[in-house]
């Protein structure tokens, strides 16, 4: 199911999108992973975790039994890129440690816009990126820092779905999982 099936009220326009700016050529990498075993528990930063097709992250408060059958396949992993951390801390005056972004998994060197409605890699995890999303209230509730979801609006990161099991590490390669992908984003 591609984004274009299924649209998302909280969904972030691409046109809109503030996060890293895609390039032709670009190398990134996993910073840091994190997983939160109840809904409004702490994340807890961890050096590798398997995931599971259409299941989740292993411990993960997002784990189930499939988000196909619940016609939600966003939710089994969620990204951010450790830039836009960056970039917000700059602009807002705010430190955003990445497990107060409520992010599974935080990457360097990747436009996660290139990732949309396309499958890649973290590791040798196949997943696919189905959209962009905005920051919550619940974020701004659970997070305890004041302005995050400003800091983060048009730039909260990319929610995916999970297509092959694996264990993904901290450090791995992220990059696009088929040839056609990798020529298309290069023009």
């Known amino acids: 199911m591609s984004r274009r099936e299924t649209t998302f009220t909280w969904e972030t326009p691409p046109e ?9 050529a670009w190398n990134g990498s ?9 809904p409004a528990g702490p994340m807890i ?13 292993e411990g993960d408060r997002f784990f ?7 016609k939600r396949p966003d939710k089994a992993v969620s990204l951010i890129e450790q830039e836009v951390l960056e970039m917000a801390a700059s602009e807002h005056h705010v430190t955003i440690a990445g497990d107060k ?18 499958d890649f890699m973290v590791g040798n995890v196949v997943m696919r990126g189905i959209r962009l999303f ?11 820092i004041s302005g995050i979801f400003h800091a983060l609006e048009n730039r909260s990161g990319l929610k995916a779905a999970i297509l092959s099991d694996g264990v993904i ?9 088929s040839l056609r992908d990798a020529i298309s984003s290069a023009h």
């Open 101 to 118: 972004t409520r992010r599974n998994i935080i990457t360097r060197g990747v436009p996660l816009i290139e990732l949309l409605d396309r």
């Open 16 to 24: 809109l999108w503030r996060g890293l700016k895609p390039s032709a």
């Open 45 to 57: 930063s961890v050096a590798q975790v398997r995931a599971f097709a259409d299941r989740g992250l």
């Open 64 to 70: 189930r039994d499939s988000w196909a059958a619940a």
């Open 134 to 144: 905005e920051p919550c209230g619940h974020l701004e509730k659970v997070s305890h």
């Open 169 to 177: 590490h901290r450090g791995d390669a992220v990059k696009l999982h």
């Open 30 to 38: 996993v910073v840091n992973l994190y997983i939160a075993p109840e």
